[in-house]
C-alpha cells in the first residue's frame, strides 16, 4: 500500500492537490493521501535559528527539518508492504533551481533515518500549474483574456500569479496588490477551486507539474 503526505505551502495549493490528486491517484491504485498547508513558503532557517511562536514557525519552510526529522522516526519501523511518501510541494519562485534543490536535500540527508522523500517544485508559482492548461481556465472563466494566456510560456520567471490575475479580473494584479495580502490569497484560492476539477493531467503543459505528476506515478511503480 502506498501512502502520500504532500506538504505545501499555502490553503491555495493544498485546494488545488486536493482537487488533482484524485485524477492522479485513482482509486484502482490502491493509493492514500493527505495534504497539509503551511502559512506561506518561509525560509530554510540557519542551523539552529528555528524561531517557534512566530508566523515563521507555521511556514513550510521554516518547519521543513523538523517535519522530515519526526516523520523519519516515525515510518522507520513501518512494514515493508506499505510505503510512505513525503511529497514537498513549493514554489522556485526567483530562486536558483539547482542550488535550491541542493539545500533541500541536504536537509534530507540531515535526517537519520531519513524519511521517501520527493522535491517537487513549481516554477515560477503554482499557478504555473494551473496556466499549463489553457482549456481548463477557458472552462471555468469564458470571459478570460485569451490574449494574455495565449502569450504565456509554460514554467518562465515572469510573474506568475501576476499574469493569470491579469487575465482573469478586470482591474487584473494591481488591483488584488492595492487590496493587500488578504485579497491575493482569496483570489489564488478561487482559481484553484473554479480551475483544478476541468484540468486534464496527462495533457498538461507546465513541465514541472509534469513532473509532479510523473513522480507519484514512479512511485506507485515502485520506482
Known sequence: MHHFIL??????GKKMLDILLPKLLPGGSGATYEVKAYK??????PKGKADPGTIRARQLLNNLERLLRGYGKTFSSIQEDYHVMIVVVCDLDKRDKAGFLGELNAILAACNPAP?????LAIEEGEAWLLGDIPAII???PGCNRQILAEYVNDSICGTWELLADALHKNGAAALKKDG??????AKSEWAEQI??????VANK???????RDTLRECLQGA
Open 139 to 141: 472552462k471555468a472563466y
Open 206 to 212: 507546465s513541465p514541472s507539474f509534469c513532473h509532479f
Open 181 to 186: 495580502f488578504a485579497a491575493v490569497g482569496k
Open 116 to 120: 521517501a522523500t520527493r522535491f517537487c
Open 7 to 12: 506538504l505545501t505551502e499555502d490553503i491555495s
Open 196 to 201: 483544478s476539477p476541468h484540468m486534464d493531467v
Open 40 to 45: 506561506g513558503v518561509g525560509n530554510i532557517p
